[in-house]
């Protein structure tokens, strides 16, 4: 094609594409492998959907010719009784993916600016790109690679807009204090939003000891808080996410959001998914006997690690991760690798008690 025609804007020209963890399938066929291959990567729950979502889809099947509930009010008023917030303080979203980008359509503009931990989920990025702003990049704090928050509130200007922050953070499973929380809000310019990404807080809620971003929320703050359906609930396949903000902001973002951006299949199964008790804590068991598990073979291996909150582990091999990684995936074990961030780590999602000793097997034959 003629390349004037493939001219594109700068925006799409600078901006870097995600890259998912790697299909199963995709593996054997490169690979030419026969048997099972794990996948302990993109931080799926190892136990499968939700057993209640799966089982509500039977009453939607008949449905499906329809077009979706384009406000979730089903699962509007599910989740705003869950976290105790009004149905007007919610937005949906095709994951959490799509309101990240929201974020962007609504706040951002050419000359303003987003500060995020280095390294971070690469999505926030993404939404700054597209909206023409810059990302400021503070390094995570060495050793434990947690937020720096007082570099972070440094960082704040008048030009800052949104601060995101994963808590648990993704890749590295550290968290942030409640101290650090007020540090940043307290530096924020009067336009500006933290953005507290708990993709992973299911795991934490409990520990009254971390900060919740819906506390800060109640108490009036410029919070906007993130959440998903995707890790604990185990229904990354069906894409919803949703954000939690004050009303007036969720007005805002609900003007660049797509009429009917959440299938129904995953508002039916999301809803049924927040009630099914059983699951959640079989989830929770599994995953902090997980990380006791991996964390055991570690030791035995004379590895060192990153303590983790979340339903992921990063491990230090001491060899260069892209060769560590490949290594892996020739026995049937992807994980993650972020060699240009942290050459010699790889990021492990809690697998089965079976996984987990399959993985720690293979490392071992790695190392070796």
């Not at 990025?125 to 947690?146: S, Y």
């Not at 928050?149 to 993704?170: D, I, S, Y």
């Not at 307290?186 to 409990?206: G, I, K, M, Q």
């Not at 099914?276 to 599994?286: G, H, L, P, V, Y």
Request: net charge negative; hydrophobic share 45%; with cysteine.
């Amino acid at each position: 094609m003629n390349p004037e025609r493939l001219a594109v804007s700068d925006r799409i020209s600078r901006l870097i594409p995600y890259q998912p963890g790697k299909p199963i399938d995709e593996v054997k066929r490169e690979l030419g492998i026969v048997g099972d291959v794990i996948k302990l990567a993109s931080n799926e729950n190892p136990l499968g959907p939700s057993p209640a979502g799966i089982a509500a889809l039977q009453t939607v099947l008949p449905t499906l010719a329809l077009y979706p509930d384009g406000a979730c009010h089903t699962l509007r008023l599910a989740v705003a009784k869950k976290h105790g917030v009004s149905p007007d303080s919610l937005i949906f979203g095709n994951g959490s993916d799509e309101v990240i980008h929201l974020l962007g359509l609504t706040f951002l503009e050419p000359g303003d600016e987003i500060i995020v931990g280095d390294p971070t989920f690469v999505l926030y990025e993404a939404a700054a790109t597209l909206a023409g702003a810059t990302t400021v990049k503070v390094p995570l704090t060495p050793g434990d690679l947690r937020h720096d928050a007082a570099a972070m509130a440094a960082a704040c200007t008048e030009k800052t807009r949104l601060v995101f922050v994963a808590n648990p953070h993704n890749p590295t499973g550290s968290v942030i204090s409640k101290a650090d929380v007020e540090t940043l809000l307290a530096a924020l310019p009067p336009r500006a939003f933290l953005v507290l990404d708990e993709a992973y807080a299911e795991y934490v809620e409990d520990d009254p000891s971390l900060p919740r971003a819906l506390d800060y929320l109640a108490a009036g703050a410029p919070v906007i808080c993130l959440r998903t359906f995707s890790k604990l609930y185990g229904l990354a396949g069906f894409r919803v996410g949703y954000a939690v903000a004050a009303p007036d902001v969720i007005a805002l973002l609900n003007q660049g959001r797509s009429p009917f951006n959440v299938n129904l299949a995953g508002q039916v199964a999301a809803t049924a998914a927040l009630t099914d008790t059983e699951f959640i804590a079989r989830s929770k068991q599994n995953n902090d006997e997980g990380i006791a598990q991996l964390i055991a073979g570690f030791q035995r291996l004379g590895l060192s690690w990153v303590p983790t909150r979340a339903n992921f582990i990063v491990v230090d091999t001491g060899r260069p991760a892209k060769a560590m990684f490949d290594a892996l995936l020739k026995q049937g074990i992807i994980v993650r690798a972020f060699p240009k961030d942290l050459p010699t780590h790889l990021r492990v999602t809690i697998g089965t008690p079976e996984q987990n000793a399959r993985f720690l097997e293979a490392l071992e034959a790695c190392l070796s």
